[in-house]
């Protein structure tokens, strides 16, 4: 299985940016799809944006449009670029490997035979 280990979370005011990074203790290039998770107080984690090995992309609604999600298969490493914060996108953000069709993001789900959690990083929009 590979860990994951997730940084750059922080408290920053809404409308503001952060790049959170997930770097996995082995090689990604043989996982098809990565994708980012976020777990608020009281809710169940989901997947807010997914990567395929070779480069598409797909979001969740809140997110769209002011999320970016890339990968660098030569560094072991997936990030999330995050604009224009929300107070509502306050979680903790998880990465991990991720199952399913790339064009149906709802119904993709976390590869736990492949990929561990990690602690994740906290992420906190309040002014």
């Known amino acids: 299985q590979v860990q994951f280990v997730e940084s750059g979370g922080g408290l920053v005011q809404p409308g503001g940016s952060l790049r959170l990074s997930c770097a996995a203790s082995r090689s990604i290039f043989v996982i098809y799809i990565m994708g980012w998770y976020r777990q608020a107080p009281g809710k169940q984690r989901e997947l807010v944006a997914a990567?395929?090995?070779?480069?598409?992309?797909n979001y969740a609604d809140s997110v769209k449009g002011r999320f970016t999600i890339s990968r660098v298969n030569a560094e072991n490493t997936v990030y999330l670029q995050m604009n224009s914060l929300k107070p509502e996108d306050t979680a903790v953000y998880y990465c991990?490997?991720?199952?399913?069709?790339?064009?149906?993001?709802?119904?993709?789900?976390?590869?736990?035979?492949?990929?561990?959690w990690g602690q994740g990083t906290q992420v906190t929009v309040s002014s």
């Open positions: 991990n490997a991720v199952l399913g069709r790339i064009n149906t993001i709802a119904s993709m789900t976390p590869d736990l035979r492949t990929g561990v």
């Open positions: 990567i395929t090995s070779d480069g598409r992309t």
